[in-house]
């Protein structure tokens, strides 16, 4: 009777017939000893976890450990992307920062080859790797919010849906991304392009601390006054530098009303885009805009008169009071005749969640490439417009964040951050749903970029880029810049073995 009433904890620990919540009235349980479990190790090789081992881990870890043999083994190991499809040897999905020091050091005292997973939503799937140990914090999700302080503090496998929903109760905002879905680890610690950059900076630029543990199983603070040559690097440096259980973000007052423009043009796509663009040239910080080209899907979400047709949305939202951001966001509402405008004044949290629908987890094949633009002069606009109405795929996005305002004002050298520099970026984001096609829409995304080359600034932005480093050797470099040499000082200090490896990698100095 009383194994009933166990928590699901104690249901879990009570069935392997070892768990420290075992009661004394259950009968015992024989556990079949089951197979060792092959994962693989830095060096390629094969080590074995045995079930001596694996019943050991299981006393202390304290979220489930998932192997090929458990039930939910498939959606424990699915990931944002659908190109993705990898079988690792053993998921640890931690329940909070004690169990992430656990599995960091079986990963450290074993030399396994461990990949992270915040939100799971990185495009070069490093977030899951084939027979390695997967690290999966998507259990945990928490966010905190002290509106007297305005300190947002989220558990490093929290999603931007999970701040924004809690944020918004209290009218602030931390700058995320524009799905959200998307996690806010990953995202924070590759810079964070989203609706408000322009007015708050990336998201990067608003965390103020993070915990992390370290490839020697420390539990680290990191800020502007603790382990700060950690918290620079973490400021875009990626997941190069431990694992982050705890981000700690500044939050800003927003709305949560506030007005935002998406008019979506089927015409005219030309003028439409240099109107914007000159337009864009002129707006205040609280304006952050971009232009996307896009087949609207037959989906009920979206106005009928738009549905399967390629459209150019010049979306914004102003980040201040709605009456004012509407009289400032008119202009791109009448670029030319838009077949349809959603803009209006609406809570942040339905904009910031408007493409969710479209990306929906696992059922998009992407590959996706950026670069940071030096301007949009007009050929580079024409070259945009033409690969924008040539998209080989209608799920394909092909999308020009204006970037400046707040993001440039932070110094080149203040964060790990590359390229502040940069007007905007062009990210070719490569989404299809049959398999077939692949060769040819990952070579029409490259070949964009190698078009578009001759614009950019020689930065790319690495959470817009499917290409695994260790296979395109020019992308860390490119992306870093001259903060390159201080990341890879970094990593020697705090990581000289490249546990974190499956990542953007930088390598120990
Ligand atoms: C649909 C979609 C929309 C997107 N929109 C935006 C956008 O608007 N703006 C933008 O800037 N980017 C955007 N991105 C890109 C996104 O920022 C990156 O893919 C980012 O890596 C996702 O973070 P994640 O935690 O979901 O990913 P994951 O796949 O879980 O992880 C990505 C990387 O971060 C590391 N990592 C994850 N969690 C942790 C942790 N807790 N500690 C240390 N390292 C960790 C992983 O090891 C991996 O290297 C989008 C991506 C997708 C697929």
Request: charged residues 25%; proline residues 6%.
């Amino acid at each position: 009777m009383l194994c009933a009433r166990l928590s699901a904890r104690g249901r879990r620990a009570s069935r392997r017939g070892g768990g420290r919540l075992r009661i004394r009235e259950c009968p015992p349980i024989r556990r079949e000893k089951s197979m060792p479990i092959e994962v693989e190790t830095l060096s390629g090789e094969t080590d074995m976890l045995d079930d001596e081992k694996l019943e050991g881990l299981r006393m202390a870890f304290h979220g489930p450990l998932v192997t090929r043999e458990d039930d939910g083994y498939d959606e424990a190991r699915v990931v944002q992307n659908g190109l993705i499809d990898r079988r690792p040897a053993l998921i640890m999905r931690c329940s909070g920062a004690a169990d992430v020091i656990d599995a960091v050091n079986l990963a450290r005292e074993h030399g396994l080859l461990a990949a992270v997973r915040g939100g799971g939503h990185s495009v070069a799937g490093h977030s899951v790797h084939d027979r390695g140990l997967l690290i999966d914090l998507s259990g945990m999700r928490g966010v905190w919010v002290d509106p007297a302080s305005r300190v947002v503090r989220v558990q490093g496998g929290a999603t931007w849906g999970d701040v924004d929903r809690e944020t918004e109760v209290f009218g602030l905002v931390v700058p995320g991304g524009i799905v959200s879905t998307t996690g806010v680890a990953g995202l924070t610690l590759g810079g964070g392009i989203g609706w408000l950059h322009r007015r708050y900076g990336l998201s990067c630029d608003n965390l103020r601390a993070a915990e992390v543990v370290t490839a020697d199983g420390r539990l680290l603070r990191a800020s502007e006054s603790e382990n700060e040559d950690l918290f620079w690097g973490l400021r875009g440096g990626g997941g190069n530098f431990g694992v982050v259980t705890a981000f700690e973000f500044d939050a800003h007052p927003l709305g949560p009303t506030v007005m935002c423009a998406a008019p979506m043009y089927a015409d005219g796509f030309d003028e439409v885009f240099r109107a914007w663009r000159d337009w864009a040239d002129t707006v205040p910080d609280e304006v952050t805009t971009r232009a996307v080209f896009w087949t609207v899907p037959e989906d009920p979400h979206m106005p009928p008169q738009v549905h399967d047709r390629q459209v150019l949305i010049t979306g914004a939202v102003y980040a201040g009071p709605p009456e004012e951001g509407e009289r400032i966001l008119q202009p791109i509402r009448n670029l030319g005749v838009p077949l349809a405008d959603l803009s209006g004044p609406m809570p942040f949290r339905m904009f910031q969640s408007a493409f969710d629908f479209f990306f929906a987890k696992g059922m998009l094949d992407s590959y996706w490439k950026s670069l940071f633009m030096k301007e949009l002069t007009d050929r580079a606009a024409d070259l945009i417009v033409s690969c924008g109405v040539a998209r080989t795929s209608p799920q394909t996005m092909v999308h020009v964040p204006l970037l400046g305002g707040a993001v440039g004002r932070v110094g080149p050298r203040d964060t790990a951050f590359g390229d502040r520099d940069a007007h905007s970026m062009l990210s070719v984001d490569g989404n299809w749903v049959d398999h077939r096609g692949t060769a040819d829409h990952v070579a029409w995304v490259r070949h964009v970029i190698d078009r578009a080359e001759e614009f950019s600034t020689g930065g790319t932005y690495l959470n817009f880029d499917s290409d695994d480093p260790s296979k395109a050797p020019e992308l860390v470099p490119a992306a870093f810049g001259e903060n390159l040499r201080r990341l890879t000082e970094i990593k020697k200090r705090y990581d000289p073995q490249n546990l974190f490896r499956l990542n953007a990698n930088i390598p120990p100095a």
